[in-house]
């Protein structure tokens, strides 16, 4: 659902995977808005460009890209195998996003679990979980700097759309932290835009 100041009879739109380029994308038009479109596969980044059409030939130029991701639905899984090693920024792939609180190097990180420390010595894991005690597997992890301690950074997953007759979801996964200048790592959960803590972990963690 996006959003458009209704200021004509019509909003046109055209719209695509990432980076196509606009003229080659689904193009409609719409009278109702919020604007809403069906049809979009889960979990995909998208392409948005937007207009006002007030009739007779009368449009407004085209605004955009705006970037969207699709929400995935239940039951969700992710392993990080599919991703490639090293991503450290956006964008990441399958609408995973990191943010970090300054540029001190401070991140968030994709890794190949090889049995040794592929970073920082004395920190871990040394193996992905999915394929524990064997080389190849893919794990995220947090790159932090005992210099700079008040310095945050988030992972974030893509949008997750839990349908209202759930009352009950589960929630679980795999974490490892291990290293001296570990302060906490806390989990959260946002739904539509009211951010709750579930859980805090202080410290190292093995």
């Not at 995973?96 to 679990?113: K, P, T």
């Not at 193996?127 to 005992?146: I, R």
Request: net charge negative.
């Amino acid at each position: 659902e996006i959003d458009v100041n209704k200021i004509a009879n019509q909003v046109d739109y055209e719209y695509g995977l990432t980076g196509f380029n606009r003229g080659s994308g689904t193009r409609d038009s719409s009278t109702t808005l919020p604007l809403s479109i069906a049809g979009l596969t889960e979990g995909t980044e998208y392409d948005i460009y937007v207009r006002n059409n007030c009739g007779s030939g009368d449009t407004s130029a085209w605004a955009g890209p705006f970037r969207f991701v699709t929400s995935y639905s239940l039951p969700y899984s992710q392993d990080f195998e599919n991703f490639p090693p090293a991503v450290s920024q956006n964008p990441w792939p399958e609408g995973w996003s990191s943010n970090a609180s300054n540029i001190n190097n401070i991140r968030w990180q994709s890794e190949v679990g090889t049995g040794s420390n592929s970073n920082t010595p004395n920190t871990g894991p040394l193996y992905d979980h999915t394929m524990f005690g064997m080389s190849g597997g893919k794990y995220v992890f947090f790159e932090a700097d005992f210099s700079f301690p008040l310095d945050t950074a988030n992972f974030i997953s893509p949008p997750i759309e839990i349908p209202v007759t759930d009352s009950v979801v589960e929630i679980s996964y795999w974490y490892f932290n291990y290293g001296s200048e570990i302060d906490r790592m806390v989990f959260s959960i946002d739904t539509n835009g009211v951010s709750k803590q579930l859980k805090i972990y202080y410290g190292p963690q093995q």
